[in-house]
């Protein structure tokens, strides 16, 4: 009689999926983690698959089934918008490839400090949104006002939590008051923000302008990341 193989609860035996990267001479143990959860992380997996530029793109994808921003015939300001993953998730929602011939053609503009690989379908351009003119250049490429600006933005890490915290906190911020600039009424303004303790003068800002404020963190966004989104709705004008 053959005996049956006792099974395995313990789970030694089984082959393990996980990507492991050896630390190599000359690189940070931090560097080698990232590396590791790069390897391993499906969004990143996944959006290699679907030609994106980074796994980013699925956050703004979640954002807009869930709010419905990314209309057909929309017009979208996509600030810092390097590597472009948000503005290939727009180009599609927006249809400014004018590929749904039923629907409405909308217009997604990228601006961000450095050259961006062309996009087809967007407007990219290079462009300090700080600058004293930018809110008129981008009315004039727009020609008009848009109904949707969105940032991804994330100022530069110090390593210092609570400073880096403020930093984009200013960031989003001066992009929110951009977006005042730009906005139609009834728009929608979408900006990456750092849980931290920071967020109620942006909250109150947000409340006083726009009809309705939700702060999200979207499926895409990592469990260990404080990052969230504020999606606000409804601009006032």
Wanted: hydrophobic letters at 40%.
């Amino acid at each position: 009689m053959v005996k049956k193989p006792t099974k395995n609860t313990s789970g030694r035996g089984q082959r393990d999926l996980t990507v492991k990267v050896k630390t190599a001479r000359g690189r940070k143990l931090s560097s080698t983690l990232w590396l590791q959860r790069q390897l391993n992380d499906p969004y990143v997996k996944r959006a290699k698959a679907d030609g994106y530029r980074g796994r980013a793109a699925y956050k703004i994808l979640e954002l807009d089934d869930k709010f419905r921003f990314l209309v057909p015939g929309a017009r979208v300001v996509d600030l810092g918008c390097a590597p472009g993953g948000w503005c290939q998730i727009a180009v599609k929602r927006v249809n400014a490839l004018g590929e749904r011939t039923s629907k409405s053609i909308g217009t997604v503009l990228g601006v961000d400090l450095q050259e961006v690989d062309p996009i087809p379908g967007a407007d990219i351009h290079v462009l300090d949104f700080l600058d004293d003119d930018a809110d008129q250049k981008v009315k004039d490429w727009l020609d008009g006002k848009a109904d949707v600006v969105m940032s991804d933005m994330a100022a530069s890490a110090s390593g210092h939590k609570q400073t880096d915290h403020l930093k984009i906190m200013a960031l989003c911020e001066t992009a929110a008051y951009f977006a005042f600039d730009v906005l139609e009424e009834g728009g929608t303004f979408v900006a990456k923000v750092l849980a931290g303790g920071a967020e109620g003068e942006l909250q109150k800002l947000l409340k006083m302008r726009f009809k309705k404020v939700a702060n999200v963190k979207p499926p895409a966004s990592r469990s260990d990341s404080s990052e969230k989104f504020v999606v606000a709705t409804g601009f006032k004008g």
